[in-house]
């Protein structure tokens, strides 16, 4: 049996109308949200976050997914569309009843939110701040005035995968300043432009390991999570588990090309603005220093945002809840020392992190026992294992899927 592939899928039970009974014949987008159906075939266009994660919730029971992405802004934003009239929800529109579980979760999320696990610490976001800012200032010295290359890109590489931690929790953030230190870390360090990321990630987060919607884990024909049809499949698909390592550190370049790609195309001219320091620092420090550094913290993000989801469940379809999407295609990693506590970045702590995306990293340390607790009495399984273990498994996933074509 594939290592992604152990578990049962029905871990939990669910009482809501099914989404697949809904049938959009009228061309319209509806989505469910708090008791009521909102029609938002106009508003997609307008949204934020992009109309892709609106459409894959098209007929569905939004609620836990809006709540866990948006800020008190949105929230209240919301009370100001009106939902769709009685007489259409009657006739055309199912009514959806939460299951117990998602009822358990929204109880909890509200326990942690007034109990203050979502608000954010200064002396924190300095120290993140300052710690990526120090490595990199660190290996331009190194550079410059050691004349060592090797040092320079060591420093420099874990200075940018940090970056891309404190940007990923940034993206997350709700709020003016949250968006301002995205967009300067992430564009000073790495050149990413945070708004083509969230579009990506925030689809990610929802519809997690679902084949052909998670952009983060379709990635043939590179790598292969499943087994292809014939016709699909290419003859490099069995060397997959051999030539990872150097695919992953090819990371951070393919997103900074899909970031100036999708910054031109959208006009957004602000973020490519705040790129141009990180391509003047890398011009000034050589080729050799450039290209390894962006190679090495690649590879570093690459091998830890991997390994939490895709050696768990691939989903062939939407229709599980929030919560149990959340509990079956994510595993969280246990960190036995400080120096891998600090590598992982907070996505040793994935589940919380997906449970709760708007939470600062942190935070997610007192929050793992109460999640854990909470699984327990909702009888929900908990997945944690040691980091080894989880490279371990995930190696075994990409050797087990270059195995010849089963159909």
Known sequence: MAPNGETNHQILTTSHADPSSYK????????????????????????????????????????????????????????????????????????????????????????????????????WELFYHISVYTLCLLGTLSYFYLGSKLLAILLIGFGMQQAGWIGHDYAHGRGTWMRWLCRTLSGFVNAFSPTWWSHKHNTHHVFTNNLGIDTDVNNDPIFHLFFPKKENDVWFRSYQHIYFIPVYSLLYLSWRWQSIQHSFHTANYYELLLMLPSYIWLYSLGWQVALGSVLLGGFLVAAIVTATHQSEEMLTDSSHSFVETQFLTTCDAQCDNFFMEWLWGGMQYQLEHHLFPTMPKYNYTRVRPIVKQWAQDNGIEYRSENVWSIWRRNYQTLKYFSKACMN
Request: hydrophobic content about 30%; glycine content about 4%.
């Open 24 to 123: 959009n014949n009228d061309g319209h987008l509806h989505i469910y949200i708090n008791n009521q159906w909102y029609d938002l075939t106009q508003w997609q266009n307008i949204h934020p976050g992009g109309t892709e994660i609106l459409q894959h919730m098209n007929g569905k029971d939004a609620t836990d997914a809006f709540y866990s992405l948006h800020s008190d802004e949105a929230i209240k934003r919301l009370s100001h569309l009106k939902p769709c009239s009685s007489a259409h929800v009657q006739y055309a529109l199912p009514y959806i009843e939460a299951d117990a579980t998602s009822t358990s979760f929204r109880k909890l999320r509200e326990k942690l939110i007034k109990e203050g696990y979502f608000n954010r610490s200064i002396f």
